[in-house]
């Protein structure tokens, strides 16, 4: 079966274009955000913003309103 997939991944043109990250070298040189809305109003926030520091896998979740924008951050 490896091999099998191992061949899939070779002729795959999205497979052939996905690389990994390279490491960060400090604590919050790269991060990911990812949003959850669209839930149930909870004192009065409807949704969580989720920040993650790459190199420590650390997840951080806030209770966020939708209609965040730049200037209210």
Not at 28 to 47: C, G, Q, R
């Amino acid at each position: 079966m490896s091999c099998d997939i191992g061949l899939y991944i070779k002729t795959c043109n999205l497979c052939m274009e996905l690389h990994p990250m390279e490491t960060p070298e400090e604590q919050w040189d790269t991060i990911t955000v990812d949003f959850v809305v669209e839930l149930p109003a909870a004192h009065s926030y409807n949704a969580i913003i989720n920040v993650v520091n790459s190199i420590r896998k650390h997840a951080h979740f806030m209770p966020m309103h939708t209609t965040v924008n730049e200037g209210t951050m």
